[in-house]
């Protein structure tokens, strides 16, 4: 099992920064890849993927809205994810959650949620205008 716990976000302006974290727990969490995907409110069916990492940080990936802006990095020794958020728009305003899969050697980190089968409870990520 792994158990997946988010922190960070919060309220702020367009234009501000925000990071958020998740730390991975649980006799399985080593070796998780682990990505951030949003859900804007209202629209419960679509979670949608920001960024995601490789277990050894080898690769990342991003979605196209936040390139350039958010960064994903990772903490192999403390199981930490960190997302740091930059240039944050409005339209970014949504409920982060953190996921993470085991995924088999040499393959891309996936963007689908239903690739993910661990879960953590989300954190709200507020950008007023």
């Known amino acids: 099992q792994v158990y997946l716990v988010e922190s960070g976000g919060g309220l702020v302006q367009a234009g501000g920064s925000l990071s958020v974290s998740c730390t991975a727990s649980?006799?399985?969490?080593?070796?998780?890849?682990m990505v951030w995907l949003r859900q804007v409110p209202g629209e419960e069916r679509d979670v949608v993927f920001v960024?995601?990492?490789?277990?050894?940080?080898?690769?990342?990936k991003y979605a196209d809205s936040v390139k350039g802006r958010f960064a994903i990095s990772r903490d192999s020794a403390k199981n930490t994810v960190r997302l740091q958020m930059n240039s944050l728009r409005p339209e970014d305003t949504a409920v982060y959650f953190c996921?993470?899969?085991?995924?088999?050697?040499?393959?891309?980190?996936?963007?689908?949620?239903?690739?993910?089968?661990?879960w953590g409870h989300g954190t709200q990520v507020t950008v007023s205008s």
């Open positions: 649980g006799r399985s969490s080593s070796g998780v890849s």
């Open positions: 996921a993470a899969t085991h995924l088999r050697v040499g393959r891309d980190i996936p963007q689908s949620r239903y690739d993910y089968e661990y």
């Open positions: 960024a995601g990492i490789t277990w050894s940080g080898d690769r990342t």
